[in-house]
């Protein structure tokens, strides 16, 4: 099935620091997913984003399909954004999402 | 409010027993998923499910068993036959199958000893 890699696997940022989190996906999908997970399990929608590039206040994403990636951009990050972040792609031959490991986030004030 | 429920929260049973969770769905979403995660990974699926009276296996199947009599519910039960049903369960739902934007529920924690 379809690989997905995520990178780093933890970081520690402090309050107002940026960030950026990857997603390497190992074949061509129609889908693909960020999420935020926080310290209830809760996973919380963030992008909907199988090419191209969004926007959220201080979150952007951008996906490049052809080269098969995509990045989560975390601007002027605050201790609310600590959590787990999982990039979830749907090969096109698939019917369900393919999760990878996750990247820790931790921000300290 | 639309959205996805389970219950319940946290599940507590003694090894050998049967355990059924609840999903249920008022988004009027055709395809319904169920994942397991384990600490500090990522989630597997174990059972979709892409239209009423219909469903799949996933990845991880062996041990669980799942209905689909309405759209709007799709309840897993873990059976005795999982070796490590220890995890927290999490059920999603989607338009259709794969493409679409999923929504997941808060999840089911589910400790078996």
């Known amino acids: 099935g379809i690989q997905v890699e995520q990178s780093p696997p933890d970081l520690i940022l402090q309050e107002g620091a940026n960030s950026t989190l990857r997603c390497n996906f190992s074949?061509?999908?129609?889908?693909l997913q960020w999420f935020h997970q926080n310290p209830w399990g809760q996973l919380i929608n963030l992008f909907y984003?199988?090419?191209g590039t969004k926007q959220n206040g201080r979150l952007s994403a951008t996906t490049v399909a052809t080269e098969r990636y995509s990045l989560l951009y975390i601007s002027s990050s605050q201790t609310t954004d600590s959590g787990v972040y999982f990039c979830?792609?749907?090969?096109?031959?698939?019917?369900?999402?393919?999760f990878g490991k996750g990247t820790s986030l931790l921000v300290t004030p | 409010d639309g959205g996805i429920t389970q219950s319940p929260k946290y599940l507590f049973r003694k090894e050998g027993q049967n355990v059924t969770l609840s999903c249920e769905q008022n988004?009027?979403?055709?395809?319904m998923y169920w994942y397991r995660q384990d600490p500090g990974q990522g989630l597997r699926l174990i059972y979709y499910?892409?239209?009423?009276?219909?469903?799949q296996k996933g990845d991880i199947a062996e041990g669980y068993s799942v209905s689909r009599e309405k759209k709007e519910s799709f309840p897993l039960t873990v059976t005795s036959a999982q070796k490590n049903p220890t995890a927290f369960y999490l059920c999603?739902?989607?338009?259709?199958?794969?493409?679409?934007?999923?929504?997941f529920g808060p999840g089911t924690r589910l400790t078996v000893t």
């Open positions: 999603a739902s989607s338009y259709a199958g794969g493409r679409h934007e999923q929504y």
């Open positions: 074949d061509s999908v129609n889908n």
């Open positions: 984003i199988p090419s």
């Open positions: 979830a792609v749907n090969s096109n031959s698939g019917y369900a999402l393919n």
């Open positions: 988004l009027n979403h055709d395809a």
């Open positions: 499910s892409q239209i009423v009276n219909d469903f």
